[in-house]
Antibody, heavy 119, light 108 residues
Framework: EVQLVESGGGLVKPGGSLRLSCAASGFAFSAYGMNWVRQAPGKGLEWVSCISRNSAYINYADSVKGRFTISRDNAKNSLYLQMNSLRAEDTAVYYCARDVVTVAASDYWGQGTLVTVSS | DIQMTQSPSTLSASVGERVTITCRAS??????LAWYQQKPGKAPKLLIY???TLQSGVPSRFSGSGSGTEFTLAISSLQPDDFASYYCQHEDGYSRSTFGPGTKVDIK
């Protein structure tokens, strides 16, 4: 069974940092690209970042470029999102999702982890 | 950058009704369009990819159509489990995604 489990969310002050993790199981993690997608309270989905299966290709939304860093460790079946210089507008539930490049869609999603940026 | 819009933003319907949601892209995206369903407090669920291909396990009352800039998600006979929010998404060749703003389907 494919499982994606996010962790690392919490309350952080503006300007602070947080590192999210996503533990993958039930599939060949190294064979898939991965995404981070977030959802602010009461709002829609916003794509944050993607990383190819071998980390060769990485992209970010303009809203997080220069502040967030995506990475992965295929030996540990894990995906990460390092978030620096956090702002109130980064408050959201953060989901990791498995990307199926051949169909340009994310077929499995984690349950999400809440990040709250507030003083 | 490609922008995605959806209409309506909210749709009130009854069980058994046929409903349709429209998604438009600011430029042609061929058939690179996916639809997701999301219930409150839950992760999104992939329903349709490549505009019209039903994801495994998704009921056949869901269907997708369209290409280029205009796409439609249809639910042939709305069921109680279908009251949720629906999002379209375009993923480009660099795996960057853009989501539509969403359509909430609620009970009339």
């Amino acid at each position: 069974e494919v499982q994606l489990v996010e962790s690392g969310g919490g309350l952080v002050k503006p300007g602070g940092s947080l590192r999210l993790s996503c533990a993958a199981s039930g599939f060949a993690f190294s064979a898939y690209g991965m995404n981070w997608v977030r959802q602010a309270p009461g709002k829609g989905l916003e794509w944050v970042s993607c990383i190819s299966r071998n980390s060769a290709y990485i992209n970010y939304a303009d809203s997080v470029k220069g502040r967030f860093t995506i990475s992965r460790d295929n030996a540990k079946n894990s995906l990460y999102l390092q978030m620096n210089s956090l702002r109130a507008e980064d408050t959201a539930v953060y989901y990791c999702a498995r990307d199926v490049v051949t169909v340009a869609a994310s077929d499995y999603w984690g349950q999400g982890t809440l990040v709250t940026v507030s003083s | 950058d490609i922008q995605m819009t959806q209409s309506p933003s909210t749709l009130s319907a009854s069980v058994g009704e046929r409903v349709t949601i429209t998604c438009r892209a600011s430029q042609s995206i061929s058939s690179w369009l996916a639809w997701y369903q999301q219930k409150p407090g839950k992760a999104p669920k992939l329903l349709i990819y490549k505009a019209s291909t039903l994801q495994s396990g998704v009921p056949s009352r869901f269907s997708g159509s369209g290409s280029g800039t205009e796409f439609t998600l249809a639910i042939s006979s709305l069921q109680p489990d279908d009251f949720a929010s629906y999002y379209c998404q375009h993923e480009d060749g660099y795996s960057r995604s853009t989501f539509g703003p969403g359509t909430k389907v609620d009970i009339k």
